[in-house]
C-alpha cells in the first residue's frame, strides 16, 4: 500500500467536505471535553475524600443552660460530666481508636460561627453560651471507628448530641457526583452525535466516490487499501477536535481550578485541587478515545461500500 496515495486520498476526501469536517471537530471537541470534566470530577473527589476523611471528626456535644435535647434537662454540663466523657474517650474500650482529642470551648465556637456566619443577622443574636461546648475526636479510622465512638459516648450524662462529620461531606460528595454524573451524561449524548456525523461524512465521502471505489474492487483493490483513506477522515477530524478538548481541560485547571479556585481567598487553603499533571493524564485519554470512536464508526460507515 504507497502511504502517500492513501493520504492523498484522504486529503482530497477532506477538502470536498469541509463543512462536515468543521461540524464533526466541533462536536467532538464538546464531547470530549465534557468527557474530560468527569474524569476530573471523579479524580477531585477522590483526592477530596482523602484530604477531608482523613481530618473527619465526631463531634461530642455538650448540653447548654437552655438544651433539654437528648441527655439535657436545660442545665449546663457540669465539669464533672465532661471530665466523665474525656475518660470514656481515655478508657481502655475507645483509646486504640481515638488519634486525638480537644475540646472546644464556647468563645472558641462562637469564633468559628461567626466566621462562619460572617454578615448574617444571626451573629448579633448570638452569645457564646448559646453555644455547645464540644469534644472533637479525630478516629484512627473514621469509616470504621465512628459507630463504636457514638455508640459509647451518646447516652453519657451531659451530652445533647454525638455527630459523625463525614455525614455532612457525604452530602457534599453526593452533589459533586451528580455533577459528574451529568457531564458523563452529556458526553455520551454527544459522543453518539460524533459518532453518528462521522458516519454521515464517511459516507457522503463514499458516495461521491462510489465509482472510484467500484473501479478498485474490480482492478483487485483489497478492502483495507479503499477502506484507510476514509478511515483516516474521520480520525484527523476527530484528532483535531481531541486535541481541542484536551487544550481545553488543560486550560479549565490552569486558569479556573488552580487560578481561581486555588486561591486563598476560594478553597486554595481548605482543601486539595486536581493540577495540570491530572490534565496532562487526562489528554491522551481523550486523544485516544477520539482516534478510536473515529476510526470504528467510519470503518462501519464505508463498510455498505465494498461490494460491487
Request: aromatic fraction near 8%; charge should be positive.
Amino acid at each position: 500500500m504507497r502511504l502517500g496515495l492513501v493520504l492523498g486520498e484522504a486529503g482530497q476526501g477532506l477538502r470536498r467536505n469541509v463543512a462536515m469536517v468543521i461540524s464533526v471537530i466541533l462536536v467532538t471537541f464538546i464531547s470530549l471535553t465534557f468527557v474530560g470534566t468527569a474524569i476530573l470530577l471523579q479524580m477531585q473527589i477522590g483526592q477530596m475524600k482523602g484530604y477531608w476523611y482523613d481530618k473527619a471528626q465526631v463531634a461530642i456535644y455538650f448540653c447548654t443552660s437552655s438544651d433539654n435535647t437528648g441527655n439535657c434537662t436545660s442545665a449546663e454540663a457540669t465539669a464533672s460530666q465532661i471530665a466523665a466523657v474525656k475518660a470514656q474517650l481515655q478508657s481502655p474500650t475507645l483509646k486504640p481508636y481515638i488519634k486525638k482529642i480537644s475540646l472546644e470551648t464556647h468563645e472558641e465556637a462562637y469564633q468559628n460561627f461567626k466566621q462562619q456566619f460572617a454578615g448574617s443577622p444571626l451573629v448579633a443574636f448570638t452569645t457564646p453560651a448559646m453555644l455547645n461546648e464540644s469534644y472533637r475526636v479525630n478516629l484512627v479510622n473514621p469509616s470504621r471507628d465512628a459507630a463504636i465512638v457514638i455508640e459509647d459516648t451518646k447516652g453519657l450524662a451531659g451530652v445533647q448530641d454525638v455527630e459523625d462529620q463525614r455525614a455532612y461531606l457525604d452530602q457534599i460528595f453526593a452533589v459533586l457526583n451528580a455533577a459528574s454524573f451529568t457531564a458523563i451524561g452529556l458526553a455520551t449524548l454527544m459522543l453518539i452525535a460524533a459518532v453518528l456525523l462521522i458516519a454521515t461524512t464517511i459516507r457522503l465521502s463514499a458516495f461521491s466516490r462510489r465509482r472510484e471505489i467500484g473501479i478498485m474492487r474490480l482492478v483487485g483493490a483489497s478492502n483495507r487499501y479503499i477502506q484507510t483513506p476514509f478511515i483516516l477522515e474521520g480520525i484527523f477530524a476527530a484528532l483535531i477536535g481531541s486535541v481541542l478538548a484536551g487544550g481545553a481541560i488543560v486550560g479549565i485547571v490552569q486558569y479556573f481550578v488552580k487560578g481561581y479556585l486555588g486561591s486563598p481567598a476560594v478553597l486554595g487553603s481548605t482543601t486539595t485541587l486536581v493540577g495540570t499533571g491530572d490534565a496532562w493524564i487526562v489528554f491522551p485519554i481523550l486523544v485516544v478515545l477520539g482516534a478510536l470512536l473515529a476510526s470504528l464508526s467510519a470503518g462501519a460507515a464505508i463498510s455498505r461500500y465494498l461490494k460491487v
